[in-house]
């Protein structure tokens, strides 16, 4: 057996020189799944049956072992690096990795099957985006385990009103209204679930109570046009892969204002250099739109396929700068590092949609059709440009109508 896994270890070094790790990373792995390998075999430990408290066992022994070699203790983070290679071979060998958390108790089992039930039910029968799935169940599990720690009990069917207005409350402090109303239509969705299937009597959807959100109400965080320049200007300066990648990915918003998963989902072949033209598939309306490719943006995405790209087989145009290469799912942290390194201080959200409504302010200004704007935005009606009228404050102000009789105070 231990012979097989050896043989799971070389297959394991294959891979990770497949995806184009570093050769030094590829030997710090393998080497510390040949030595985990053989601590299992002294203390005669199955691979199928390792657990997560076996694997801190060892890596505390690590740590113990890296003081006698070197008569002090390792650096705080020198045990992320055999965890990384116990890991990558656990997943390997099992397929699954780490393993479901053992149930404490009949109440914890009942929580799990529920939101397992309710997990299939989301992706079958409403056929949901894994985004929404995932939101869903966050708020399904954490509600399932306030519950049953609260009350004590191992079923759902004593749930009450007051429970429902219980959890709001907790929830309630950390949250904006816009966060708040988001929370109650998730519990909604599981509500209704539980008592379509019979855990709860009463139907307490309507029991939840959510902020009241008017239209438009609220006024979308935008970079005025300095604030972009320097964004461009300091993250230009960075000639590293990363520093390329992420400015062509900042040329890609602030010229186009695509929305942040247009950007990930961005392949080689969306690019027609020949006709100097860009294809995008927008996110939400599921539409497609193809833009004038501009200077600018090709220029930054060029010198990042020739000087930053690494080699991979994906057709996604943006990946990872650290193996394994693969296509970049979110590009929120990478510009908000970048929009903090330009020193700009912003209120409130600052991440990729910050782009898009300059982009929307700055044709609101050129006096562009709001329906051409919803056309460039991908919008599917001219509905969705309205919020972005507000930021137009200076617009609105500059024509402004006196008041007939007014006086006007020395």
Known sequence: MQHEYRASVERLREILTLRRYNPAVVHNYIRNADCF?????ERKIAFASVTPTIVSDYLRLAVRQFRKRHGHAPAEYWVNIPRAGIHALLRHVLKSWPPEPTVADAGERLCREVCDHYQTWLREERGLAEASIYALMWEAKHFCGWYTKRSGTIGLKELSVSDIDDYMDMRAPKLTRRSLKDVAERLRSLLKHLHRTGHTGVDLTPYVIAPLLYAYEGIPSALNPDQIAAVLEVTSKDRSPLGLRDYAILQLLAVYGLRSGEVSRLRLQDIDWRGDVLHIRHSKSGARSVL????????????????????????EIFVRTRAPYVPMVRIYSEVRRRIEAAGIELSGKRGPHIFRHAR????????????VIGDVLGHRS????????????EDLRAIALEIPGAEVSA
């Open 360 to 371: 929307a302010v700055s044709l609101l200004r050129a006096e562009v059709p709001r329906k």
């Open 382 to 393: 001219t509905e969705s440009t309205i919020p972005y009228l507000k930021l137009a404050t």
């Open 292 to 315: 004038p490719l501009l200077e600018p943006v090709g220029e930054a995405v060029i010198a990042y396929l020739r000087y930053g790209r690494p080699e991979t087989d994906v057709r």
């Open 37 to 41: 390998l053989s601590y299992l075999a």
